[in-house]
T-cell receptor, first 112, second 114 residues
């Protein structure tokens, strides 16, 4: 059974610092890994999707890496801003047509 | 292209009543997931549906919960005889395989059971 863990559960940084969010999964046989952002009381917004054959994906200040063999992914957010404050969730999917298994999320607070 | 639409946004029910949550996927998407998020917890998979077909319901409680995705109209998650423990945010997501299994989530329905 796939288990996804995100550490730390919460993170507080001053504005301008780079953020590093970690995600680990127990079964390396994945189809893809996705990072989402969730604002309080809102739904999830997809940030980045990394296919199993890829090592990283980038979008603006966001960069996500994937090391499938060690069961880890890292989301980097450069030069954090207060607007980056949210909960960030990673999720893996075993195969096309399967369900996503989510981690518990990392709650980020960027202080001005 | 409208996103995934869920309604109602908030739903209040008394214990023993029925709750019906609706989800309209993005245009052109024929697969829908339902997830539940309890306070301070992560998202838990409930059910995965294709039009007129349940693909995976391994996350659905065995009693009181049912889901459907008819040929026409939205997907419905139905909870009969609600209890306080059913209070949670219920999220729907739709998917197209054309984007490599990328999920698009709705804003959720917050169910409160009094």
């Amino acid at each position: 059974k796939q288990e996804v863990t995100q550490i730390p559960a919460a993170l507080s940084v001053p504005e301008g610092e780079n953020l590093v969010l970690n995600c680990s999964f127990t079964d390396s046989a994945i189809y893809n890994l996705q990072w989402f952002r969730q604002d309080p009381g809102k739904g999830l917004t997809s940030l980045l999707l990394i296919q199993s054959s890829q090592r990283e994906q980038t979008s603006g200040r966001l960069n996500a890496s994937l090391d499938k063999s060690s069961g880890r992914s890292t989301l980097y957010i450069a030069a954090s801003q207060p607007g980056d404050s949210a909960t960030y969730l990673c999720a893996v999917i075993k195969a096309a047509g399967n369900k996503l298994t989510f981690g518990g999320g990392t709650r980020v607070l960027v202080k001005p | 292209n409208a996103g995934v639409m869920q309604n109602p946004r908030h739903l209040v029910r008394r214990r023993g009543q029925e709750a019906r949550l609706r989800c309209s996927p993005m245009k052109g998407h024929s697969h829908v997931y339902w997830y539940r998020q309890l306070p301070e917890e992560g998202l838990k998979f409930m059910v995965y549906l294709q039009k007129e077909n349940i693909i995976d319901e391994s996350g659905m409680p065995k009693e009181r919960f049912s889901a459907e995705f008819p040929k026409e109209g939205p997907s419905i998650l139905r909870i009969q005889q609600v209890v306080r423990g059913d209070s949670a945010a219920y999220f729907c997501a739709s998917i197209t395989t054309l984007s490599g299994e990328k999920l698009f989530f709705g804003s959720g329905t917050q169910l409160s059971v009094l």
